[in-house]
């Protein structure tokens, strides 16, 4: 895999970051090295035998009990409450 500086800009444009010029170097370069690596764990070959020695867990499962709910707990100490729209209001963070 070649993961270039314009890749790497593409992603930084993505997720509004900014690198210097030095750290896209060295960030392409990084990544680069880290998607090999998994390009070469994506070469090994696990025997099917190997699979079926593996146990498989069981979910235990609980039954389904009706508790009460502690919504009238939370609206307590809830900045806003609306109790016919059942929701929280919070102040805006700026």
Same mark, same amino acid.
Request: hydrophobic residues 50%; charged residues 20%; glycine residues 0%.
């Given at each position: 895999?070649?993961?270039? =500086? &314009?890749?790497?800009? /593409?992603?930084a444009? $993505?997720a /509004? $970051? =900014?690198f210097s010029?030095s750290?896209?170097?060295?960030?392409?370069? &990084?990544?680069? /090295?880290?998607?090999g690596y998994m390009g070469?764990?994506?070469?090994?070959v696990?025997?099917?035998?190997?699979?079926a020695?593996?146990?498989?867990p069981q979910?235990?499962?609980?039954?389904?009990?009706? =508790?009460?709910?502690?919504i009238?707990?939370l609206?307590?100490?809830?900045p806003?409450?609306d109790?016919?729209?059942?929701?929280?209001?919070?102040?805006?963070?700026?």
């Open positions: 895999m070649n993961f270039s =500086t &314009q890749d790497l800009d /593409h992603l444009n $993505l /509004h $970051l =900014t010029d750290e896209k170097v060295a960030f392409a370069s &990084q990544i680069d /090295h880290v998607l070469k764990l994506s070469e090994v696990i025997a099917p035998s190997v699979l020695a593996m146990p498989v979910m235990q499962l609980r039954e389904d009990v009706v =508790t009460p709910s502690a009238p707990f609206a307590e100490n809830a806003d409450w109790a016919a729209s059942n929701a929280f209001f919070v102040p805006k963070i700026s």
